[in-house]
């Protein structure tokens, strides 16, 4: 009797782990794409910035001061 109850407490204790990692890889590839998307989008801010911010539009382009 005393081996069936140590077998059911191992079952028990595998079946939290995978459980409590299975959740932690699902919290983690999560977390990964949207770390994907924010950094895409951010590129995308730091392309536009980079494109205001250029001569050509700012108060040294010689378009404004013709």
């Given at each position: 009797?005393?081996?069936?109850?140590?077998?059911?407490?191992?079952?028990?204790?595998?079946l939290?782990?995978?459980?409590?990692?299975?959740?932690?890889?699902?919290?983690?590839?999560?977390?990964?794409?949207r770390?994907?998307?924010?950094?895409?989008?951010?590129?995308?801010?730091k392309?536009?910035?980079?494109?205001?911010?250029?001569?050509?539009?700012?108060?040294?382009?010689?378009?404004?001061?013709?």
């Amino acid at each position: 009797m005393n081996t069936k109850s140590s077998r059911s407490n191992t079952l028990a204790a595998r079946l939290i782990l995978i459980a409590g990692l299975l959740l932690l890889l699902t919290a983690e590839s999560f977390f990964g794409y949207r770390l994907h998307e924010l950094s895409a989008r951010q590129e995308m801010i730091k392309a536009d910035h980079a494109e205001v911010n250029n001569i050509a539009y700012g108060l040294l382009s010689v378009d404004q001061w013709q």
